[in-house]
């Protein structure tokens, strides 16, 4: 059963215009959201994350938003760079426990230029 | 600093051999995590430890898997007997204990593949 699902395995932006990658969720206990960047060869990275008492959260280029009646999330890059190509996953957790952290399948995120 | 160290980083062997994969978290974390990235099922958590003590280790797919951590510095994840169905990226990740919120620091991770 997964509780964190990314429905977009890939997806293709040009280089300079907005990539928006999505996230949806099922767990009502998940209060703590996460995205992780992955190239090849390497570990994912912590990219940025939001609590469940915000609705938004921006960091340079990258911004998350939150809908928690939909259970949703997205990742907001603009604009576009090569240097993003990559696989973008979602995470959640919830923070009354023990921090496990459940991830998403992934979004294969290729800008080109 | 020294991040999260894997190793091997490729392991390739032949069904019914045993294989152990190894990692050294970041100085001072208490939290260690062991992974499994698959097409399918994204990053899966395997199992958890506390301060060298196994919390949670319900996604430990089966008896063949077992994970160890004898110290803080190392931790250990065992298949034995290894099967082509476990073929896949093994991450191990650590954290800050009470920190954080869920930013784990990953490994560059094994490639396992089981012939």
């Known amino acids: 059963d997964q509780q964190v699902k990314q429905n977009s395995p890939s997806l293709s932006v040009q280089e300079g215009r907005i990539s928006i990658l999505n996230c949806d969720y099922t767990?009502?206990?998940?209060?703590?959201f996460l995205w992780y960047k992955k190239y090849p060869a390497e570990g994912p990275t912590f990219l940025i994350s939001?609590?469940?008492?915000?609705d938004k959260n921006e960091d340079g280029r990258f911004t998350v938003f939150l809908n928690k009646s939909a259970k949703h999330l997205s990742l907001h890059i603009v604009p576009s760079q090569p240097g993003d190509s990559a696989v973008y996953f979602c995470?959640?957790?919830?923070?009354?426990?023990?921090?496990?952290?459940?991830f998403g399948t992934g979004t294969k995120l290729q800008v080109i230029p | 600093d020294a991040g999260v160290i894997q190793s091997p980083r490729h392991e390739v062997t032949e069904m019914g051999q045993e294989v152990t994969l190894r990692c050294k978290p970041i100085?001072?974390?208490?939290?260690l995590f062991w992974y499994r990235q698959t097409m399918m099922r994204g990053l899966e958590l395997l199992i958890y430890?506390?301060?060298?003590?196994?919390?949670?280790d319900s996604g430990m797919p089966e008896d063949r898997f077992s994970a160890k951590m004898p110290n803080a510095s190392f931790s250990t994840l065992k298949i034995q007997p290894s099967e082509p169905r476990d073929s896949a990226v093994y991450f191990c990740?650590?954290?800050?204990?009470?920190?954080?919120?869920?930013?784990?620091?990953f490994g560059s991770g094994t490639q396992l593949s089981v012939l």
């Open positions: 990740a650590s954290s800050p204990l009470g920190t954080g919120n869920g930013k784990l620091f």
């Open positions: 767990n009502s206990m998940f209060d703590y």
């Open positions: 939001i609590s469940s008492i915000k």
């Open positions: 995470a959640a957790s919830a923070t009354g426990g023990y921090q496990k952290v459940t």
């Open positions: 100085s001072g974390h208490n939290s």
């Open positions: 430890f506390n301060n060298n003590v196994p919390i949670d």
